[in-house]
């Protein structure tokens, strides 16, 4: 059996359906269910078992091997630090890492920055041999932004609508974020064959959609 680790929400949106087009099996009902654990057959390679986990949980069931496989923004990989194979972008979940803020705050030396990325965020203002404190948040970033708890906010920006709706501004575009396919060590060497199956299965479908784009 393979298990996959697949992130609940923008990420499932955007790469199941790439799933299936790469003709690998999937849950038909993901959406409607509230199950967290989903079996079934491969006509290949035996049963896959899905798990649907919390974005940044999925790096870490991957690198204890609970799942062999894990599909994840990039951005959480970063954060998380895990030692895993990063098999393959799947181009899908787009969107970008970006430093944001109220508009006067452009041209002032930041201070302190909230995010759900503190440790990407450490990195990117060392980078700038600025130093900030940073505020860890769990969800709606902005608000910190919006009522002065911090004047920088380190967070994913997809449309730019919510950012546009409370005010703020891109200061710097610092990345570009997709899913990406990760792989356990120890299971990339003990399942090679089944993985690779999935991993081949996937470049060949996003190859077909470059030609045929």
């Known amino acids: 059996m393979v298990t996959i680790a697949l992130a609940k929400g923008r990420t499932a949106d955007g790469v199941v359906p790439l799933w299936r087009r790469a003709g690998l099996p999937a849950p038909v009902d993901l959406d409607d269910s509230r199950a967290l654990v989903f079996e079934m057959e491969s006509p290949v390679h035996g049963p896959l078992r899905f798990l649907l986990a919390k974005p940044a949980d999925v790096p870490t069931y991957v690198s204890f091997g ?14 998380s630090g895990r030692e895993v194979y990063e098999l393959l972008d799947l181009h899908a979940a787009r969107c970008k890492l970006c430093v944001a803020g109220r508009p006067e705050e452009r041209d002032r030396r930041p201070r302190r920055v909230a995010t759900k990325y503190p440790r990407l965020a450490d990195q990117y203002f ?39 709706a409370n005010g703020l501004v891109v200061f710097d575009e610092v990345m570009d974020v997709s899913a990406r396919l990760i792989a356990n060590r120890s299971s990339y060497r003990t399942k090679r064959q089944a993985i690779q199956w999935v991993t081949d299965q996937l470049a ?10």
């Open 204 to 213: 060949q479908a996003l190859t077909r959609e470059a030609v045929e784009s």
């Open 66 to 79: 609970v799942a062999d496989i894990g599909v994840v923004g990039k951005d959480v990989l970063l954060e």
């Open 126 to 164: 060392r980078s700038l041999g600025v130093a900030v404190e940073t505020i860890p948040l769990s969800g709606s970033i902005e608000l910190a932004a919006v009522i002065g708890l911090a004047d920088r906010i380190f967070d994913l920006v997809q449309t730019g609508a919510t950012l546009a």
